[in-house]
């Protein structure tokens, strides 16, 4: 099983809190914050609010060598309850944070819906994050090259 699992131990570091105000577009306010706190290597603790639009996708059938990857984009229309978004806050090989964020949302009557979060996903009334730095472990994200698609690297440091 070990074969199976890449891992690396840290701890916890410097918590950050904050509010997306409307308008705000979610993915990029949470990586504006993460890049203003110097977070690149970091967990989304919690995060919930109100959207007016969702933008998100899910994994389907793709012509990869691992048959699968994200699809088109979703589109959601507000009011709409974030009950969670988590993820985590990685870097590409150039030092740029990524942010990876899973979203699960419930609509106007109850229905929920969820998947990979994408730019253009909109406050409504506040989204309330709270954003923490893990210390000891380097996340990279890049691209793996049997899988063709986007992976988290952690390694130690």
Do not use: F, W
């Not at 308008?23 to 690149?40: H, M, N, Q, R, S």
């Not at 990869?64 to 507000?78: F, N, Q, S």
């Not at 990876?100 to 106007?108: P, T, W, Y």
Request: proline residues 4%; contains cysteine.
């Amino acid at each position: 099983m070990k074969d199976l699992i890449q891992m690396a131990q840290g701890k916890l570091g410097k918590v950050v809190v904050l509010r997306l105000k409307p308008g705000a577009d979610v993915l990029l306010g949470l990586t504006e914050a993460c890049k203003e706190a110097g977070i690149k290597n970091g967990v989304i603790l919690s995060c919930i609010g109100s959207l007016a639009v969702v933008k998100y996708c899910n994994p389907v059938e793709v012509p990869t060598k691992a048959g699968y990857g994200y699809g088109e984009i979703l589109h959601l229309t507000g009011p709409i309850e974030l009950t969670n978004a988590t993820g985590i806050i990685c870097h590409d090989d150039e030092g740029n944070v990524n942010l990876h964020v899973h979203l699960d949302m419930s609509d106007r009557t109850g229905g929920g819906h969820g998947g990979h979060l994408a730019e253009g996903t909109k406050v409504l009334l506040t989204v309330d994050a709270v954003v923490a730095e893990v210390e000891g472990v380097d996340m990279g994200r890049k691209m793996d090259p049997d899988l063709e698609v986007p992976i988290l690297t952690p390694t130690q440091l």
